[in-house]
């Protein structure tokens, strides 16, 4: 019996002339198997490399006694079977013979599946895998994407055969190390074949790559230089920068709606969409912006901050891969702020301005810009406690509101029922929304939380 914590056989199997061996050395051969098991019986049909990790295989003897007999061995001897230095766990197989029948992996196809093992993506750029991978022959297309097996590529050539050359040529072997980036020591391609024959590619980017359609549209992270992975000072890998940020919201005790996250990260510039997820178990959201330059500044202040008073609705925030988000338009769990269809949104606003009721309830709750984008609210009778939409044709009426003094001049505002946030007395030249430190833009607008929630939080 195995030293081993882990048993080296299972005893409730019924016995077969198939045995089966896990925890083998990577790409374990035929004559490896072969070497472990003759001294038993003989050997008439192997499998290798099974299961996700190809660290599996079948051995099948030609008489049951042969098998019972490697089993009995190995269960009272004192050394367990080895692979080169690896225990190897041995039970009895659940099949009576070894059927050779060839998975997708196997059968050949003008498409390839590589897995790039020991890089992260970003690590090799589609541009090297184009350079290795086109010695052997045309490449029409690629898609490169993370699975859990790792960072992953397919890659279609004209046909089977050329596809072929190129597998048997670099299967297990290594990217020149010249084509790395400094922090990556070596890599290994694990090639199969792959059961698509034409890859969809929608858009040439940095993940995906028609060679054959040069008129197909360049996503912008195509542009080098973008998305591409930088080291810092430190040496450590930088993060990718994008135009979208993915923000995981902790601690949620209070709902977050697509219309607050609007609201508070338009801040920082025109939000164009939003959409909110679950995953994992906790709350996300995408917000898209214009470019990159407002998503890093909006990142940098929002970070670590609450929406709510209290600790409450915390916001972590990182890049995602997104450039740009395909959302519905008008949803409870998304927004597309560029799209002005009137028979989705109940009156005329600019894009950025959601079309139900804002959730900050205060005469505070101004627009964080001036200028003609943002135009000023003039309608008629509302009901107590609520933010009338605006009415254009009403500007020529007489006035419905009366002046409040604030940080926007020219600017008129509604009598709140609410009392406002912020009491204290501003000093000369701030803004009572912006953040206590000095430089950064303001995070949200101050004022009353809708009824049932706590207040807004400015940390």
Known sequence: MSSSSQPQFRY?????KVLHLRNLPWECIEEELVELCK???KIVNTKCNVGANRNQAFVEFADLNQAISMVSYYASSSEPAQVRGKTVYIQYSNRHEIVNNKSPGDVPGNVLLVTIEGVEAGDVSIDVIHLVFSAFGFVHKIATFEKAAGFQALIQFTDAETASSARNALDGRSIPRYLLPEHVGSCHLRISYSAHTDLNIKFQSHRSRDYTNPYLPVNPTAIEGVMQPTIGPDGKKKELESNVLLASIENMQYAVTVDVLNTVFSAFGTVQKVAIFEKNGGTQALIQYPDITTAAVAKESLEGHCIYDGGYCKLHLSYSRHTDLNVKAYSDKSRDYTVQDQTLL?????PSVPAAPSVWQSHQ?????????????VPGQVPPGQVPSWNPSAQAGPAAYVSASGPFPGQTYPQSPVSAYATAPTPTGSS???????GVPPVRPGGASPPGHPPYYVR
């Open 12 to 16: 409730t199997q019924t016995p077969s």
């Open 39 to 41: 001294p038993f019986g």
């Open 346 to 350: 109940s009156t005329q606003q600019i």
């Open 365 to 377: 709750a101004a627009p964080m810009y001036s200028g003609s984008e943002y135009a000023t609210a």
């Open 432 to 438: 009572p929304l912006s953040l206590t430190q000095p």
